[in-house]
């Protein structure tokens, strides 16, 4: 048919009790967005069959308002639209077209596989639930809409309260320990899903309520699940994905110009760039350069009429946060330190203005599918 066709490989790796299904639509529709450009429509084929069998679904998986929802017929997605027009055909319609157009297609394995939730409802289920209430899709979808405007009400809600709770992409513990409960969790669910992260059960936000809120100030309290995590240091809540492990001390690399050195622990790779008054100056790179990771007892003087301070204290005084001093790269030429990548360079090594310098540079590993 001269029709263009795309093919991409997705290489699926679901978190530790992750579910299998939620991993591979999110892979897919992260893939698609990736795909499209700005302004391109992507049509999906969900019919009226689907959102009853996704609210079902969350409904038994105890979803909150947002799970239960309709599903959009326009969404946004990567720089296009998502858009769904087949919302209000039933799945039968459609099958009773095809079939009588004599049209083949590829069935996925996974629709007759009922080890697989939404399988076993679709084959088990739903047939004697539309025997006995034919029109339950529709029925069903209007109290959807309904609740997808009272979601609205709530994430208007949660834009009002986390407009004092921000700073930056941080929380303030206090502000937020200051809402009513009910408040917090709605303003936790808005703050995590706008910072791309799956958001937790009902279990593991109560604990970010009840561990991470009301902990000492010198407590670094963490509460994770598949997909996210969030810490708290000096009053701030700090959501991420889950961070890999801590680096080897003993771990080396040798890092050159022109060249990006790749990290352990899935922390990417480390490249100069040339910066003009700023970084690390030329003058200072006549030598090899070796990579390391904390070991403890390292010094720096970050200014000239400053002493040399121990990079412990340093952080300390400038809020680095714990978990990310372990994964920052110290930059050496023999044993001097010259920068701790993603934070600063030392004060004899660092070009002064005008001068030709490199500042040391981390790309995180990117998380695009293969294709």
């Known amino acids: 048919l001269s029709l263009p066709l795309m093919v991409i490989e997705l290489r699926l790796r679901p978190a530790a009790g992750a579910s299998v299904e939620a991993a591979a639509r999110s892979a897919r529709y992260a893939a698609l967005a990736a795909a499209l450009a700005p302004g391109e429509c992507l049509l999906t084929a969900q019919h009226a069959d689907d959102p009853l069998e996704t609210l079902l679904l969350h409904l038994f998986r105890g979803a909150g308002v947002a799970g239960l929802a309709a599903m959009p ?19 039968a319609a459609l099958l009773a077209y095809a079939t009588a157009a004599g049209l083949g297609w590829v069935e996925d394995p996974m629709n007759a596989d009922t080890r697989y939730d939404r399988a076993w409802l679709r084959r088990e289920v739903l047939p004697g639930v539309l025997a006995r209430w034919p029109a339950a899709a529709q029925t069903v979808g209007r109290s959807a809409a309904l609740l997808g405007e009272a979601q609205a009400l709530l994430e208007g809600l949660a834009d009002a309260d986390l407009a004092g709770l921000l700073d930056g992409e941080r929380l303030r513990a206090d502000a937020l320990a200051a809402l009513p409960r009910a408040r917090q969790a709605n303003a936790l669910r808005r703050w995590l899903a706008g910072q791309g992260l799956t958001v937790p059960s009902a279990a593991r936000l109560a604990a970010i309520q009840d561990d ?92 000239a009429d400053r002493p040399a301070k121990p990079l412990k204290q ?58």
């Open 73 to 91: 017929g326009a969404a946004p997605l990567g720089p296009g639209l998502q858009l769904r027009p087949l919302l209000d055909v039933p799945r």
């Open 212 to 303: 991470l809120l009301p902990a000492r100030e010198d407590a670094m309290p963490l509460v994770a699940w598949p997909g996210g995590e969030v810490r708290r240091y000096r009053d701030r809540l700090y959501a991420m994905a889950p961070l890999g492990p801590v680096p080897d001390p003993d771990w080396q690399g040798s890092l050159r110009l022109g060249e990006p050195l790749a990290l352990p622990c899935g922390l990417g790779s480390l490249a100069l760039q040339p910066r003009t008054g700023e970084g690390i100056a030329a003058a200072a790179l006549d030598g090899p350069l070796t990579v390391r990771f904390r070991q403890g007892g390292e010094r720096v003087r970050l200014a």
């Open 314 to 371: 340093w952080w300390q005084e400038t809020g680095v946060e714990p978990w990310r001093r372990g994964r920052l790269p110290l930059i050496y030429a023999g044993g001097r330190l010259l920068a701790v990548a993603g934070w600063g360079v030392a004060a004899e090594a660092a070009a002064g203005p005008g001068e030709p310098g490199y500042w040391p540079c981390v790309t995180p590993e990117s998380a695009a599918p293969a294709g």
